[in-house]
T-cell receptor, first 115, second 114 residues
Framework: AQSVTQPDIHITVSEGASLELRCNYS??????LFWYVQSPGQGLQLLLK??????LVQGIKGFEAEFKRSQSSFNLRKPSVHWSDAAEYFC?????????????FGAGTRLAVHP | EAGVTQFPSHSVIEKGQTVTLRCDPI?????LYWYRRVMGKEIKFLLHFVKESKQDESGMPNNRFLAERTGGTYSTLKVQPAELEDSGVYFCASSQDHGSETQYFGPGTRLLVL
């Protein structure tokens, strides 16, 4: 069955430190992969997506993610975290075949940023 | 361009009552989706409209949930009667084309059933 695993429920980093949020997926076909962020009181905002091509994708707010097929991973990274990055981050895989058109989400990783 | 909007932002009702959630997609988006996040768990797919037709309603939990999209514009999701386990955040999303198009999400409706 298709699934997305985000192993870290909570992560705390210091402002200015680097960040990596892990995401592993299980999907039989070529995956369409997404990272969304939900800031407090806000909806889900798309950070970046991978459909094909270059496996390192750049997103908004200085985020990037790397697709590694051999590891079934799509980890999100940022070289220097800002206090405003404190939010909940969701990895998702898109099911867009076989008559389906939906996203399967991981459980989310809540990021806290210390000053 | 206005994004996806949802109303109300919050709703508190008692068990057994009825609640109707509304979603207005981005103008011109034929695809509209409902998702739900219960008790801090995963965000889960409920159903997908293409214009006014239900394309996939495999995620609807039971027949207490009724979704409509009359005229292919806004959509409503009615829960009748509401149960305690229906509490959560209900997200709506829309996309322009069928397939791998990006889904744009609304802010969600936070539903609490007491």
């Amino acid at each position: 069955a298709q699934s997305v695993t985000q192993p870290d429920i909570h992560i705390t980093v210091s402002e200015g430190a680097s960040l990596e949020l892990r995401c592993n997926y299980s999907y039989g076909a070529t995956p369409y992969l997404f990272w969304y962020v939900q800031s407090p009181g806000q909806g889900l905002q798309l950070l970046l997506k991978y459909f094909s091509g270059d496996t390192l994708v750049q997103g908004i707010k200085g985020f990037e993610a790397e697709f590694k097929r051999s590891q079934s991973s799509f980890n999100l990274r940022k070289p220097s975290v800002h206090w405003s990055d404190a939010a909940e981050y969701f990895c998702a895989v898109g099911m867009f075949s076989g008559g389906y058109n939906k996203l399967i989400f991981g459980a989310g990783t809540r990021l806290a940023v210390h000053p | 361009e206005a994004g996806v909007t949802q109303f109300p932002s919050h709703s508190v009702i008692e068990k057994g009552q009825t609640v109707t959630l509304r979603c207005d997609p981005i103008s011109g988006h034929d695809n509209l989706y409902w998702y739900r996040r219960v008790m801090g768990k995963e965000i889960k797919f409920l159903l997908h409209f293409v214009k006014e037709s239900k394309q996939d309603e495999s995620g609807m939990p039971n027949n207490r949930f009724l979704a409509e999209r009359t005229g292919g514009t806004y959509s409503t999701l009615k829960v009748q009667p509401a149960e305690l386990e229906d509490s959560g955040v209900y997200f709506c999303a829309s996309s322009q084309d069928h397939g791998s198009e990006t889904q744009y999400f609304g802010p969600g409706t936070r539903l609490l059933v007491l």
